[in-house]
Nanobody, 116 residues
Framework: QVQLVESGGGLVQPGGSLRLSCAAS????????MAWYRQTPGKQRELVAT???????NYADSVKGRFAISRDNARNTLYLQMNSLKPEDTAVYYC??????????WGQGTQVTVSS
């Protein structure tokens, strides 16, 4: 079973940048899709960005042009580069993956706080 571990969260001022990492315990080439979600208290988990093994990426409208998702297959790591951060980006960010058998996996989450 692949395990996912997020890192890179923290406190940043509005307009700043952060890069989140999601390290997988095994090759991410076995994962059909990987994605970042986020959740704030009292709200449903929201899809932020997806990356397929074939190279296709998609973004929520709220982050288009500011966030970039990427994979490093050699390091078995998924990234989320977040630029021009806004207070409304504050959330716990979760890494998600689905393998070719349809099994889904979640990381433990990393807190991102955007505040002055």
């Amino acid at each position: 079973q692949v395990q996912l571990v997020e890192s890179g969260g923290g406190l940043v001022q509005p307009g700043g940048s952060l890069r989140l990492s999601c390290a997988a315990s095994r090759s991410i080439l076995t994962l059909r899709t990987m994605a970042w979600y986020r959740q704030t208290p009292g709200k449903q988990r929201e899809l932020v960005a997806t990356s397929s093994n074939g190279g296709t990426t998609n973004y929520a409208d709220s982050v288009k042009g500011r966030f970039a998702i990427s994979r490093d297959n050699a390091r078995n790591t998924l990234y989320l580069q977040m630029n021009s951060l806004k207070p409304e980006d504050t959330a716990v960010y979760y890494c998600h993956a689905e393998n070719y058998l349809g099994i889904t996996l979640w990381g433990q989450g990393t807190q991102v706080t955007v505040s002055s």
